[in-house]
């Protein structure tokens, strides 16, 4: 596609499920980010794949975060045990290069809400 | 801790005047400041950066302006338009680092 393409756009969970959040990048795009925005909040990244190689974890705030991206091209975020401070907006995003801002381009996003 | 901020969580300007906004910073380390906008239900989008060896940036009615002395930047829109409302983020970047980190946002409104 033209673009980040990210779903599911909208997920309701309820405390204590398991959520899996799918981006597809731009064709080609060597690295591609997650990061979570809460409401009111700027976005916070969580992390770094450079092809299929997690290159940086650091923001991903415990360990029922964890995400993948075998083939190096799409990626899942998955959330277990989801908890209500878990409720945000996921985005992701992709790059052709590293990380210098004006090339990263974002998806619309996966709006989390647990209840 | 937050390293980059936004202490106007909204503006409204009319159209035609000049809109600016603002940002903070507190890590001297950032080596690039970004500015993204935002509309509803949209992924945040680039705007215009600027180096931090440099003090001002333009790119048509988008102008920022960087004051490393102040931990500084501004971002200036003229004239502006009904189509620039929407919520603008500031981020910064340290060259090497795989991370923008971002303020919380300034939701701008152009009033026609």
């Known amino acids: 596609g033209a673009g980040v393409s990210q779903s599911p756009r909208y997920k309701v969970a309820k405390r204590g499920q398991d959520v899996a959040l799918r981006c597809d990048p731009i064709?080609?795009?060597?690295?591609l980010f997650w990061y979570q925005q809460a409401l009111g909040q700027g976005p916070e990244f969580l992390t770094y794949?450079?092809?299929?190689?997690?290159?940086?974890k650091s923001g991903l705030p415990s360990d029922r975060f964890f995400a993948e991206r075998p083939e190096g091209s799409v990626s899942t975020l998955k959330i277990q045990r989801t908890q209500q401070e878990d409720s945000a907006v996921y985005l992701c995003?992709?790059?052709?290069?590293?990380?210098?801002?004006?090339?990263?381009?974002f998806g619309e996003g996966s709006w989390l809400t647990v209840v | 801790d937050q390293q980059v901020k936004q202490n106007s969580p909204s503006l409204s300007v009319q159209e035609g005047r000049i809109s600016i906004l603002n940002c903070d910073y507190t890590?001297?380390?950032?080596?690039?400041f970004l500015w993204y906008k935002k509309y509803p239900a949209e992924g945040p989008t680039f705007l215009i950066s600027?180096?931090?060896?440099?003090d001002k940036n333009e790119d048509g009615r988008f102008t920022v302006f960087l004051n490393k002395s102040a931990k500084h930047l501004s971002l200036h829109i003229v004239p502006s338009q009904p189509g620039d409302s929407a919520v603008y983020f500031c981020?910064?970047?340290?060259?090497?680092?795989?991370?923008?980190?971002f303020g919380k946002g300034t939701k701008l409104s152009v009033i026609p």
């Open positions: 995003a992709s790059s052709f290069g590293g990380a210098g801002g004006n090339t990263i381009y």
């Open positions: 064709s080609g795009h060597v690295s």
């Open positions: 794949f450079q092809n299929e190689a997690q290159l940086d």
């Open positions: 890590n001297s380390m950032f080596d690039y």
């Open positions: 600027i180096s931090s060896i440099k």
């Open positions: 981020a910064g970047w340290r060259a090497g680092s795989y991370q923008l980190t």
